[in-house]
C-alpha cells in the first residue's frame, strides 16, 4: 500500500509561492529600516574658550546644501566670523567663507555645500582686531 500525502502538488507550489512573497516583503520592510527618512532637524554644537561661548547649528544635517547658524557670547565686541566645512577623510573642503551678521552677535553662512555623507568638520575662526581664536565642531553628516 503507498502513502498519500495530504497536499497536492498544487498546493505546495501555493505555498511556495506564498513563502516566496513573504520573504520578499520581510526584506523590503528590512531595507527600508536603513533609508534615510526625511528631513534632518538641525543639530547645535557648542564650545567654549576662556574668551567666548559659540554654539554652531546646522540647519540640515545631510549631504547637500545646508545653512549654518552661529552665535557668540557673552562678547559684545565686533567680530569677523568665518566657516570652513572639511570632510578630513575625504579630502574635501569648502571655501573658507564670511559669515553675515544678523546683530546681536548671530552670524549665518548659507549655501554651504556638504558633497558626501561623513565626519565633517566645520571649522569657526573668530577674529577681533588682532585676536584670532579657532573653534572645531566635528558632525556626523548623513545621506
Known sequence: MTERSAFTP???RGFQA??????????VLL???FLPTGEASATSLTGRTAHDVVTLTVDRPRSGETA????????????????????????????????LSEGDNRYR???????????????????????????????????
Do not use: K
Not at 506564498?18 to 526584506?27: D, K, M, P, Q, V
Not at 555623507?117 to 566635528?138: A, E, H, K, M
Open 10 to 12: 498544487s498546493m505546495i
Open 18 to 27: 506564498a513563502a516566496g512573497g513573504l520573504l520578499a516583503l520581510s526584506l
Open 31 to 33: 531595507g527600508s529600516a
Open 68 to 99: 549654518v547658524d552661529i552665535r557668540l557670547a557673552p562678547r559684545a565686541q565686533a567680530a569677523v566670523v568665518t566657516l570652513q566645512a572639511v570632510l578630513p577623510t575625504a579630502g574635501h573642503a569648502g571655501p573658507e567663507t564670511t559669515a
Open 109 to 143: 553662512v548659507a549655501g554651504v555645500h556638504l558633497m558626501m555623507p561623513g565626519r565633517w568638520t566645520f571649522l569657526v575662526s573668530i577674529d577681533r582686531g588682532g585676536t584670532r581664536d579657532q573653534y572645531d565642531f566635528p558632525l556626523t553628516i548623513s545621506g
